[in-house]
């Protein structure tokens, strides 16, 4: 009796482990959290979608998100992000706006972005703003379907993205940070973006660690509607760099589903998503994905719009920025 009783509690608290799972070629079911279940709803078969939540002490914090970096990653759609931070965040500084050609077989278009510097925070940021206008949106969409740019070691970028964020990385974005960051010591690098601003912001929170300029505990990656920026390899490396790193999607924004998983390419994001499944008004909920690009959170919508990818927490970010953030 005793035993049988031992047995029944030791079933009950038991969870199969996803990764051993996997790594025994078979499936994971994440709704009955066990290997290999018949006909699960939605299996995982992906060891980067094993379900996790972020470290202890580097947590998602709402409030944070939607008073603060709402104003940082808005006002890149504002020439003079300055303007918005006066109204908003008093204390952030812009240091340089950067604003580079970055087409790669023309006409030209711009990809543009800042970086400030908070000493009351004790901050640096730096921030990429997203496509603006049907050419700009016609070059990422063509280099889809090109060779993408390899990542160092660590994968490979689509290469609108790779060569957006490089562009302006040498377009006086390095000289820039290089400098803060000795102006600085010790001040957490945040990287934010919207959009192809937000595929270039896990560029190049991702390009600063990598090449040992920050460590990736003092980086923070926040994005909102970020495309898929990179391949398996590229989520893998960047999930074991990142302790705080979150890609924030409004309900049924299209672009974090484009371009699609499917393919040769393997195109995957890396963790953390936040999904709201609803307008992101003040209090109300949202999930914290535990994985990474699997059949769960924004991606059991079927149902896709455009107009959510530029309604975050309640403003329309480019019109808003645009009018100086009131
Ligand atoms: C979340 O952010 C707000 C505003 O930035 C801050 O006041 C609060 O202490 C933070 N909460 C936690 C749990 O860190
Ligand atoms: C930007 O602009 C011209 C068009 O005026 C393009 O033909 C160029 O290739 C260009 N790109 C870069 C990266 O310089």
């Not at 009783?5 to 994971?28: E, I, M, N, P, R």
């Not at 999904?275 to 999930?287: E, R, S």
Request: hydrophobic share 35%; charged share 20%; with cysteine.
């Amino acid at each position: 009796m005793r035993g049988f009783l031992l047995a029944a509690f030791v079933l009950a608290v038991y969870a199969d482990d996803c990764t051993d799972c996997l790594s025994s070629g078979k499936h994971f079911c994440a709704t009955a959290s066990k290997c290999n279940v018949p006909a699960c709803p939605q299996a995982i078969t992906r060891a980067l979608n094993c379900p996790r939540l972020p470290k202890e002490g580097y947590g998602y914090n709402d409030t944070f998100v939607r008073n603060t970096a709402l104003v940082t990653i808005s006002a890149a759609y504002n020439d003079n992000p300055q303007l918005c931070f006066n109204k908003q965040l008093p204390s952030m500084k812009v240091s340089k706006i950067i604003s580079v050609n970055c087409s790669a077989f023309g006409p030209q278009t711009d990809c543009f972005g800042y970086t400030a510097v908070d000493t009351v925070q004790r901050v640096i940021l730096m921030t990429f703003r997203g496509t603006l206008g049907d050419l700009q949106l016609g070059d990422e969409l063509d280099s889809f379907f090109r060779k993408k740019k390899p990542f160092f070691d660590s994968g490979n970028i689509l290469e609108y993205f790779y060569d957006g964020f490089m562009f302006m990385w040498n377009g006086g974005m390095q000289a820039d940070i290089r400098q803060l960051k000795f102006l600085y010591p010790g001040y957490t690098l945040w990287v934010h973006g919207h959009s192809l601003g937000g595929a270039m912001a896990s560029v190049g929170a991702s390009y600063v660690v990598k090449s040992g300029l920050f460590d990736g505990k003092d980086v923070k990656l926040i994005t909102f509607g970020q495309p898929r920026t990179g391949d398996y390899a590229y989520a893998d490396w960047h999930e074991t760099a990142f302790p705080y790193s979150y890609r924030v999607i409004h309900h049924k924004d299209i672009t974090p589903h484009i371009p699609p998983q499917e393919g040769a390419d393997e195109y995957f994001h890396h963790r953390t998503e936040v999904w709201y499944n609803n307008d992101m008004l003040p209090g109300q909920p949202f999930t914290i994905c535990k994985e990474a690009d699997g059949l769960f959170c924004s991606a059991t919508q079927v149902e896709l719009s455009v107009s959510d990818h530029t309604y975050y927490f309640g403003k329309q970010i480019i019109d808003w920025a645009m009018a100086g953030c009131p």
